[in-house]
């Protein structure tokens, strides 16, 4: 294609946003007077601003950040824990080791806390009780989950209730575990209960039932998204594997 067709539709591209957005028409000359200079200057001024300050920008620059220096988040925490050993610094610290899957390094953290006013914290005590998880402690997330539970009534949440599901299926208390997955289902944001309670059922020769779970995920993830299908890939993946088996 030849250049100055590109430079045109180019142009146009920019001229379009210009009405599109808002932006000052003056825009609209520099444009076109200038199609080369003035096209870049209006993408780096206005274009590539507007990116940056946005949900999708703030995403990316932290995708890459992540790529580019994957360990800086847990430098940071264990900087700011060591100047100041707070319940807070502890949680973000907690968070970084439950992510690097030392899962020991964080119960140690999360239990070291777990005292005084805070002994009884339910955001360290849900930490916690994901460290047991991880290191496949089912007995102690659950023995976790209820403490959270009888001194904090009203800060159980729908991952609490996971966690606790998982580690009664962990158990091998398969039909209390589908009980919880069956009430997890009818309120959790994502498919990944769905997932569970598919493969216990399978598990317990219920083959239609579970073909038929795997399949309203697929048939949610095929109406969300493409953000939806970013957050729950694994799970989403799954669901359609199974479907074609």
Known sequence: MPLYIVLIAIQLALVIHVLKT?????????IL?????????YFFVEVL?????????????????KTLNPDKGLREASRNFSIARTTQNALTLGDELLGRADFEGAKDLFKEHL??????DPELLQGLAKAHHGL????????TLNALKKHNPDRTT????????????????????????????TYYSGPEPLCHLARLLRK?????????????????????????????????ALAKREVRR
């Not at 007077?33 to 200057?41: K, Q, T």
Request: charged letters at 25%.
């Open 158 to 185: 729908a991952d609490g209730h996971l966690l606790y599901a998982r580690a009664l299926e962990g158990l091998g208390h398969d039909d209390a575990a589908i009980s919880e997955y069956e009430t997890l289902v």
């Open 49 to 65: 601003s507007d990116f940056k300050n946005s949900r999708t920008g703030h995403s990316m620059r932290s995708e890459v950040s």
């Open 115 to 120: 005292a005084g006013v805070h002994a009884n």
């Open 22 to 30: 808002g932006r000052a028409t003056t825009w609209i000359f520099i």
């Open 33 to 41: 007077i200038f199609p080369l200079i003035g096209g870049m200057a």
């Open 136 to 143: 496949h402690e089912y007995q102690e997330v659950i023995d």
């Open 204 to 236: 317990r020769g219920e083959t239609l039932r579970a073909h038929g779970l795997y399949e309203e995920v697929v048939k949610k993830s095929e109406m969300a998204g493409r953000h939806y299908n970013k957050i729950y890939r694994e799970w989403v």
